[in-house]
């Protein structure tokens, strides 16, 4: 069985190399979204970086390529760990990540940017591990400031923001997390500044700050929004609101709100409805109906357990409402998995 799990991830990992974007010798590339046109690679040399652009230079002119398009980067001269380390984030392997970066060595010849990359991909590795509930948060946190701080003109700005956002969340720290969050709406994208909106709202709301996390979310909803992009942000939006509104009392309204989501989008899209039945469980929850908040958060632990925060959460509360219903073993066993895979976690924290 141990073989057989090394072997897939090992199979992640090769696949998501294959993924990757191969650089042209002595040229940097840069593989954009399918909105700004499938398989579209910018080669040449970055001769600038900032939050929100790229400069790349070929042929003797020179062309910006926005952040918000990137989807990869391979780099002139980048070491093969890199590319493994790359690799293995993107398959979801952090601890492989961390152990391909260990090994990397750049020369003192190596460009700022190779380096920039090394630390973030450390930063981000951490990050992850820290959020799965497998690492420190405070050293994560600690790695990514540190990167900010030491590379003000980083693309990867937003990123990190967002990063640190999550892990203040998973510390519990909400006033931190707001802030990093807010950074977000200083974006020149209207889906980031959605999505800052969002995660603000978040914030509030776990602080018990429903009507500011209402207003929060009010403001993405009334945004004008045209983009499938926008769309996604302004329906996590509709998502918080109508949980803020259980928690103010308004079940029906609520519950209604959030089948609506779930009726009328993909489920493919496992954040969104990790998300929607967390709504759901909570809304159903508190209006003491401990059956149908069961059956919410079964569907995350059954079928959106990847989204690791919202795992978390429903395996709490799972933990608490299944000797409601006179299954103490499942509460247990709910609490058990929850510390053993989310240790790090709020919610573990809460739990012991």
Not at 13 to 20: F, G, N, R, S
Not at 116 to 136: I, P, R
Not at 137 to 151: G, M, P, Q, T, W
Not at 199 to 205: A, E, I, P, Q, T
Request: proline share 3%.
């Amino acid at each position: 069985m141990i073989n057989a799990h090394r072997k897939l991830r090992c199979l992640s990992i090769a696949v998501a190399m294959m993924l990757l974007p191969v650089n042209v010798e002595g040229q940097d590339t840069i593989t954009l979204q399918k909105a700004a046109g499938r398989g579209t690679r910018v080669s040449g040399r970055i001769t600038d970086t900032s939050p929100t652009e790229i400069t790349v230079e070929s042929s003797g002119s020179k062309r910006t390529v926005s952040v918000n398009e990137i989807v990869r980067i391979a780099l002139d001269g980048e070491p093969s760990g890199l590319k493994q380390a790359r690799a293995a984030l993107a398959a979801g392997q952090y601890e492989q990540a961390l152990e391909a970066l260990e090994k990397v060595q750049l020369p003192k010849s190596a460009a700022d940017l190779l380096q920039q990359e090394l630390d973030f991909a450390h930063g981000q590795a951490a990050a992850q591990l820290a959020l799965k509930g497998s690492g420190d948060v405070a050293e994560a946190s600690k790695l990514l400031v540190d990167f900010v701080r030491k590379n003000r003109n980083t693309f990867h700005f937003y990123e990190c923001a967002e990063l640190l956002g999550q892990l203040a969340v998973a510390s519990g720290n909400y006033e931190n997390a707001t802030r990093y969050f807010q950074h977000l709406s200083n974006a020149p994208w209207s889906d980031f500044k959605l999505r800052s909106d969002v995660l603000v709202g978040n914030s509030l709301r776990a602080q018990g700050k429903f009507d500011d996390a209402i207003r929060q979310f009010d403001s993405a909803l009334d945004a004008k929004a045209k983009e499938p992009a926008e769309l996604r942000q302004v329906t996590f939006a509709q998502l918080g609101k109508a949980a803020c509104l259980a928690e103010q009392g308004q079940y029906d309204k609520a519950i209604e709100s959030i089948e609506s989501v779930i009726a009328n989008n993909d489920p493919d899209d496992a954040e969104l409805f990790a998300q929607a039945y967390l709504a759901l469980g909570s809304a159903q929850r508190t209006a003491k109906r401990p059956i149908d908040a069961v059956l919410a958060y079964l569907h995350i632990d059954l079928l959106f357990y990847s989204q690791r925060d919202a795992h978390a959460e429903a395996l709490f509360y799972l933990s608490q409402l299944w000797p409601q219903l006179e299954e103490p073993a499942r509460g247990v066993e709910a609490r058990q998995l929850l510390i053993a895979r989310y240790a790090g976690s709020v919610w573990a924290q809460r739990a012991k």
